[in-house]
């Protein structure tokens, strides 16, 4: 079983590389004393809790940097344990040196996620809790942003306690019938059990169908933007994504790859799935592609469709019926409405489609407007509990499979001994999300995600 650590741990808390600052940060019983050894300035030792001290830290009489000290006496810290962060100056070659310094004076250096793995394992977060840390950090997006930061703050997991303490009650009243096995007795009202597993299925069920929403919100809704070449797609993702290039290209020294697929409309992160292998597709119905092109489309959570006045409107018309096939929310959009005739929109009018101009950036705040109320997103209330995370979805659905065994369990006749197993089980599940229950597998499998220092 991985338990707290007596050992002192160190990393690198702010990213690798130059900067005006570097926070480099120790937790654990000796953080302080070892920091001490090192420090020129106020005996540490001596110092409040949440205190910051100015000094030298010295490598016997080599000065290596001007610091700043923050520290935390446990309990009260991240950790639990003894914290102390140095401000130093961001040379790579400080930071290094600083971290090497300490190690010859006794500290570690931590592995990934270790920092928030003490904090778990000290009571100071529950598991969920300790997912969205890394999720917080990952966002990208307000609404990304927005899921991490209340389920850090515990809102998912309040939920779960509670029911499953309920649940518990349960489980040991049905334990204690276990006991007068030979009586016949019902200490725990069936009745009653009934309600609460049903009601309890209910949240279950609600939390599992948050998760698509929830997904979307953390990694984005993927999208395409089909149809036939020369309609204006590249353009249109062009227009889609200037304003974003502008931002992006004025923080200094940022490159991102993939910045042509992903944007964000209204805080809501879009990612365009694969469009370069859709876009070079002939013809969305007829080329040899089709099949593998309409499987990808099906990956979609939303589709613009994009014609041009010069298409046919059969040939248009053939198109979005196909498209209407897959399910999937879909905006119909003419693009070049420069080039087009009165007749033609009064032809195209039976699609209700939204008219713009990518190349003279027409109509782009309207489409934007819709590809949000097509994903339906402003719908949800920032104070819902969403599921973002696939292990707790597969937590949730085991724990419905365990519940539906006990609502069997009290409408047939099924002795306490095989009811109590499966309200156990139903518990253990439920305790896997908060981490009430884990093993040591699943505590590696989350932290050795995160990064170093975290
Ligand atoms: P794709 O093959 O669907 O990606 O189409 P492109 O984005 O490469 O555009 C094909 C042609 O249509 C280019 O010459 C664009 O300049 C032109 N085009 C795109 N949008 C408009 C528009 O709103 N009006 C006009 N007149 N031409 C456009």
């Given at each position: 079983?991985?338990?707290?650590?007596?050992?002192?741990?160190?990393?690198?808390?702010?990213?690798?590389?130059?900067?005006?600052?570097?926070?480099?940060?120790?937790?654990?019983?000796?953080?302080?004393?070892?920091?001490?050894?090192?420090?020129?300035?106020?005996?540490?030792?001596?110092?409040?809790?949440?205190?910051?001290?100015?000094?030298?830290?010295?490598?016997?009489?080599?000065?290596?940097?001007?610091?700043?000290?923050?520290?935390?006496?446990?309990?009260?810290?991240?950790?639990?344990?003894?914290?102390?962060?140095?401000s130093t100056h961001g040379s790579m070659y400080i930071i290094e040196s600083i971290i090497k310094l300490m190690v010859r004076n006794g500290a570690r250096a931590a592995k990934p996620g270790e920092f928030t793995l003490r904090a778990f394992l000290n009571g100071g977060l529950d598991l969920s809790q300790a997912e969205a840390v890394a999720d917080l950090i990952a966002s990208n997006s307000a609404a990304s942003h927005q899921v991490a930061l209340q389920q850090m703050r515990g809102g998912f997991s309040n939920e779960l306690k509670q029911l499953r303490e309920q649940l518990i009650n349960f489980a040991s009243l049905i334990e204690l019938e276990l006991d007068f096995s030979e009586e016949d007795v019902e200490f725990a009202n069936r009745d009653q059990l009934k309600q609460l597993i049903l009601t309890i299925t209910n949240v279950i069920h609600k939390l599992i169908r948050s998760f698509e929403q929830g997904n979307v919100m953390k990694n984005g809704v993927p999208a395409v933007i089909a149809g036939k070449p020369n309609v204006g797609k590249s353009t249109l993702l062009n227009a889609l994504l200037n304003e974003e290039r502008a931002i992006v290209s004025d923080i200094a020294g940022t490159t991102r790859d993939t910045i042509e697929d992903e944007l964000t409309i209204g805080?809501?992160?879009?990612?365009?799935?694969?469009?370069?292998?859709?876009?070079?597709?002939?013809?969305?119905?007829?080329?040899?592609?089709?099949?593998?092109?309409?499987?990808?489309?099906?990956?979609?959570?939303?589709?613009?469709?994009?014609?041009?006045?010069?298409?046919?409107?059969?040939d248009i018309n053939k198109q979005v019926e196909e498209l209407s096939e897959l399910q999937i929310p879909t905006v119909i959009v003419v693009n070049k409405s420069d080039l087009l005739s009165p007749q033609q929109q009064i032809e195209l009018a039976m699609l209700d489609p939204l008219y713009i101009s990518a190349k003279n950036n027409l109509g782009i705040e309207e489409l934007k407007g819709e590809?949000?109320?097509?994903?339906?997103?402003?719908?949800?209330?920032?104070?819902?509990?969403?599921?973002?995370?696939?292990?707790?979805?597969?937590?949730?659905?085991?724990?419905?499979?365990?519940?539906?065994?006990?609502?069997?369990?009290?409408?047939?006749?099924?002795?306490?001994?095989?009811?109590?197993?499966?309200?156990?089980?139903?518990?253990?599940?439920l305790g896997e999300i908060t981490g009430t229950v884990t093993t040591d597998d699943l505590l590696d499998n989350i932290f050795s995600k995160f990064c170093i220092g975290k």
């Amino acid at each position: 079983m991985i338990t707290a650590n007596s050992d002192t741990i160190i990393a690198l808390a702010t990213p690798t590389g130059s900067g005006a600052i570097a926070v480099i940060r120790l937790s654990g019983p000796e953080a302080i004393s070892i920091t001490n050894r090192v420090f020129k300035g106020k005996d540490l030792s001596k110092q409040a809790t949440h205190t910051i001290h100015f000094g030298t830290i010295r490598d016997g009489e080599t000065i290596l940097d001007e610091v700043l000290v923050s520290l935390f006496v446990a309990p009260q810290s991240y950790t639990k344990e003894n914290v102390v962060e140095i401000s130093t100056h961001g040379s790579m070659y400080i930071i290094e040196s600083i971290i090497k310094l300490m190690v010859r004076n006794g500290a570690r250096a931590a592995k990934p996620g270790e920092f928030t793995l003490r904090a778990f394992l000290n009571g100071g977060l529950d598991l969920s809790q300790a997912e969205a840390v890394a999720d917080l950090i990952a966002s990208n997006s307000a609404a990304s942003h927005q899921v991490a930061l209340q389920q850090m703050r515990g809102g998912f997991s309040n939920e779960l306690k509670q029911l499953r303490e309920q649940l518990i009650n349960f489980a040991s009243l049905i334990e204690l019938e276990l006991d007068f096995s030979e009586e016949d007795v019902e200490f725990a009202n069936r009745d009653q059990l009934k309600q609460l597993i049903l009601t309890i299925t209910n949240v279950i069920h609600k939390l599992i169908r948050s998760f698509e929403q929830g997904n979307v919100m953390k990694n984005g809704v993927p999208a395409v933007i089909a149809g036939k070449p020369n309609v204006g797609k590249s353009t249109l993702l062009n227009a889609l994504l200037n304003e974003e290039r502008a931002i992006v290209s004025d923080i200094a020294g940022t490159t991102r790859d993939t910045i042509e697929d992903e944007l964000t409309i209204g805080g809501v992160l879009f990612r365009f799935i694969d469009t370069a292998g859709i876009r070079q597709t002939e013809d969305l119905i007829e080329a040899k592609g089709v099949e593998r092109t309409l499987e990808k489309m099906k990956q979609a959570k939303l589709i613009i469709y994009l014609v041009d006045p010069l298409q046919n409107l059969q040939d248009i018309n053939k198109q979005v019926e196909e498209l209407s096939e897959l399910q999937i929310p879909t905006v119909i959009v003419v693009n070049k409405s420069d080039l087009l005739s009165p007749q033609q929109q009064i032809e195209l009018a039976m699609l209700d489609p939204l008219y713009i101009s990518a190349k003279n950036n027409l109509g782009i705040e309207e489409l934007k407007g819709e590809i949000l109320r097509k994903v339906n997103l402003h719908s949800i209330n920032t104070d819902d509990v969403l599921v973002t995370n696939v292990r707790h979805l597969e937590a949730l659905q085991r724990t419905q499979d365990s519940l539906e065994k006990v609502l069997y369990g009290i409408d047939n006749p099924v002795t306490s001994d095989f009811l109590a197993m499966d309200i156990k089980q139903a518990l253990y599940y439920l305790g896997e999300i908060t981490g009430t229950v884990t093993t040591d597998d699943l505590l590696d499998n989350i932290f050795s995600k995160f990064c170093i220092g975290k």
